[in-house]
Structure formats: C-alpha cells, structure tokens
C-alpha cells in the first residue's frame, strides 16, 4: 500500500529518472556501435553524432568554455530546485526544473568525459540528438506552459 501510494505520486519523477538513465545507455551503446542503422526508414535513424557546441551544432563558445559555463548553470539551477523544494513551491514548475537539469547533466558529462555531447537519434536527416536534449526541451516549455498559464 505505501509502496503504491509512493510511486503514484511520484510517477513523473520516476519517468524522468528513467529518461536520463535510458540516454545515459544509449550514449554508451552509440559509442561501441559504429555504424548507422535505421529504425523507420528515412524518418529515424540510430548514429553517433559528435557534438562539440551547443544546440544545433551553434558556435558560441571554445568546448572547454562551454563545459565550464554548463557545468555552472547546472548548479545554479539545482539551488534554485533546492530553494524552490524548501519553500513548497508548485510541483510542476520543481519537475520541470528536474526534467532540466537531468537532460543538462547527462550532456554535461559527455562534455567533461569526451569533450563533446553524444547524439544519437537523427530525425528525418535534419537533426541528430539524444534524449537528454528531448528531457532539456520537455522541461522548458512545460515550464514555460505552466508560467503562462498561471499569468
């Protein structure tokens, strides 16, 4: 019964640890598999990609830079969950927080370890990513929905 009431209420937590544990395996299997191999043909495919800059391949900033500044906005956002976890701030906005920072340390790793962000998923040949940055994008604009809906 407890066990039950345990994992319904934390059900979302749950599945965004999943997420990051899933991309944490998927980087390691893309590594040791070197060759391209599609899932739905021509819609999603399965290759390692090196990213050394941030989203969308943009240069901004040298990689080692870019390590230091995410590794620090990383922190800051994981006081600001701990601050918003304190004070009884609305769950939505703590998972999505969560959701954040989860995808942003599973790249963050990758940029420490190997110097660039392991992608992995190509869609429609348009672009390569991973789950994390799936975690990064969910966790934004459910953040974003609910600040709009509450306003």
């Not at 399965?46 to 230091?68: G, M, R, W």
């Amino acid at each position: 019964m407890i066990k039950n009431i345990f994992i319904k209420k934390n059900i979302a937590i749950i599945i965004i640890a999943i997420f990051f544990l899933f991309d944490r395996y998927l980087k390691f299997i893309s590594l040791q598999t070197k060759n391209e191999f599609h899932i739905i043909k021509n819609v999603l495919s399965f290759t390692l990609t090196k990213n050394y800059q941030i989203a969308f391949s943009l240069k901004v900033f040298s990689p080692e830079i870019l390590t230091i500044i995410t590794g620090i906005i990383i922190l800051l956002l994981l006081f600001y969950l701990f601050y918003l976890n304190k004070n009884n701030f609305s769950k939505s906005i703590k998972l999505s927080l969560l959701a954040i920072i989860l995808g942003a340390f599973s790249n963050w790793i990758d940029r420490f370890i190997f110097g660039f962000v392991i992608d992995y998923l190509e869609i429609f040949k348009l672009s390569v990513l991973n789950l994390a940055d799936i975690l990064i994008s969910f966790g934004t604009i459910y953040l974003l929905f609910y600040t709009y809906k509450k306003k």
